[in-house]
T-cell receptor
Framework: GAGVSQSPRYKVAKRGQDVALRCDPISGHVSLFWYQQALGQGPEFLTYFQNEAQLDKSGLPSDRFFAERPEGSVSTLKIQRTQQEDSAVYLC????????????FGPGTRLTVT | DAKTTQPTSMDCAEGRAANLPCNHSTISGNEYVYWYRQIHSQGPQYIIHGLKNNETNEMASLIITEDRKSSTLILPHATLRDTAVYYCIVRVLSSGSARQLTFGSGTQLTVLP
């Protein structure tokens, strides 16, 4: 079946531009997570949704980062006024209520800020 | 969530068993050990998890010491496609609401032909 998909796969932005990254979770998955992965590092948690409710946004590095999931399915991570330190791979993961131990990850979006 | 320590890198010959260690000496009684792996340019993939008993599935085996302070992930017959970064993660299993994963730097396993 279809897994988690993310778009675009690659994004190049000039410093100061706004970007929007999309995540399509597995159908029916209630939980959705965003992670940021810098080069050579493990993924780091950004934010978590349960359905449309954003229950945890403690990992968002600044108020330039904003995430939404208005209908409880597709989610968008928006970064305003991008900076070079925002360059990273942004990963989305989803999980279902009956499988709280396993998160299914998308392939990620590689963001490069020039 | 308890902190984990893993070697930075390991090599393994194709067809041989790959044994990946993980130390988690501060693990609590209600924390599980999870393993994920990340193949280059892909998102992490769940492998296996366990509490205190050894576990086996179609991908790997997980051996947890009796004191639960360390564990070993075993890939019984490594193939070139098993080359990846392997992450050992310790976390509470909560059924009410999901929790994020806390990744360390993991172990880069390279399977050599």
């Amino acid at each position: 079946g279809a897994g988690v998909s993310q778009s675009p796969r690659y994004k190049v932005a000039k410093r100061g531009q706004d970007v929007a990254l999309r995540c399509d979770p597995i159908s029916g998955h209630v939980s959705l997570f965003w992670y940021q992965q810098a080069l050579g590092q493990g993924p780091e948690f950004l934010t978590y949704f349960q359905n449309e409710a954003q229950l945890d946004k403690s990992g968002l590095p600044s108020d330039r980062f904003f995430a939404e999931r208005p209908e409880g399915s597709v989610s968008t991570l928006k970064i305003q006024r991008t900076q070079q330190e925002d360059s990273a791979v942004y990963l989305c993961a989803s999980s279902s209520p009956g499988q709280t131990y396993e998160q299914y990850f998308g392939p990620g979006t590689r963001l490069t800020v020039t | 969530d308890a902190k984990t320590t893993q070697p930075t890198s390991m090599d393994c010959a194709e067809g041989r068993a790959a044994n990946l260690p993980c130390n988690h000496s501060t693990i609590s009684g209600n924390e599980y050990v999870y393993w994920y792996r990340q193949i280059h340019s892909q998102g992490p993939q769940y492998i296996i998890h366990g509490l205190k008993n050894n576990e086996t599935n179609e991908m790997a085996s997980l051996i947890i010491t009796e004191d639960r302070k360390s564990s070993t992930l075993i890939l019984p017959h490594a193939t070139l496609r098993d080359t990846a970064v392997y992450y050992c993660i310790v976390r509470v299993l909560s059924s009410g609401s999901a929790r994020q994963l806390t990744f360390g730097s993991g172990t880069q396993l390279t399977v050599l032909p």
